[in-house]
Nanobody, 124 residues
């Protein structure tokens, strides 16, 4: 079993950076591929980035490639999303998620554990 607790959301300005954190409690962090998604008002949940259980494989959405970086810390059982050059269109509720398998996925339905969500607002 696993439980995800997010932190790091904030109100920032265009061009700023922000790092989101996701603490994973449970014994399966090392076995779980992880991912980040976001949902803006009136829009569907959008895939952002995913990282394999071992951390060797990552994949990012084209919309954030080069600006957002996913990483994980096994000593702390934490997942991170470093976001740079933020834009107003990045405004959304951001979610971390965990799979019950080691491989990456861009599909939200393949994630079993979900964080509570954290609001990121980028002002112009």
């Amino acid at each position: 079993q696993g439980h995800l607790l997010q932190s790091g959301g904030n109100l920032v300005q265009t061009g700023d950076s922000l790092k989101l954190s996701c603490a994973f409690s449970g014994r399966t962090f090392r076995d779980s591929a992880m991912g980040w998604f976001r949902q803006a008002p009136g829009k569907e949940r959008e895939f952002l980035a995913t990282i394999s259980s071992g951390g060797q494989i990552t994949k990012s959405a084209d919309s954030v490639k080069g600006r957002f970086t996913v990483s994980r810390d096994y000593a702390k059982n934490e997942l991170y999303l470093q976001m740079n050059s933020l834009k107003p269109e990045d405004t959304a509720v951001y979610y971390c998620a965990g799979r019950r398998y080691s491989g990456i996925s861009v599909d939200a339905v393949e994630y079993y554990y979900w964080g509570q969500g954290t609001q990121v607002t980028v002002s112009s």
